[in-house]
């Protein structure tokens, strides 16, 4: 079976408007964590927020207070961003951990400018 992660919900938004990004990942079986990471040009991937199977949500400092991760039926995985800021520009992926691999999905992009 083929095993895929898809990410949607990517766009164009102005400073201080939200956006709300999904992932959908099929052919993956025991999942343990879920997580989206962001990369910006120039800049090395970082961990946006990650919520394993067995432990608390996390977020990155930048982002607390403003983006919520959550799971929804399924293997489907959502990031809720809020007050957006221009710094927060950066190609988000969704990531799948199983004890046996490492799933990435191919990104999609947020660009938040007036």
């Known amino acids: 079976q083929v095993q895929l992660v898809e990410e949607s919900g990517g766009g164009l938004v102005q400073p201080g408007g939200s956006l709300r990004l999904s992932c959908a990942a099929s052919g993956i079986f025991s999942i343990n964590t879920m997580s989206w990471y962001r990369q910006s040009p120039g800049k090395q991937r970082e961990l946006v927020a990650t919520?394993?199977?067995?432990?608390?949500t996390r977020y990155a400092d930048s982002v607390k207070g403003r983006f919520t991760i959550s799971r929804g039926n399924g293997d489907t995985l959502y990031l809720q961003m809020s007050n957006l800021k221009p710094e927060d520009t950066a190609v988000y992926y969704c990531?799948?951990?199983?004890?046996?691999?490492?799933?990435w999905g191919r990104g999609t992009q947020v660009t938040v400018s007036s």
């Open positions: 990531n799948v951990l199983t004890a046996r691999a490492n799933y």
């Open positions: 919520l394993p199977r067995d432990a608390d």
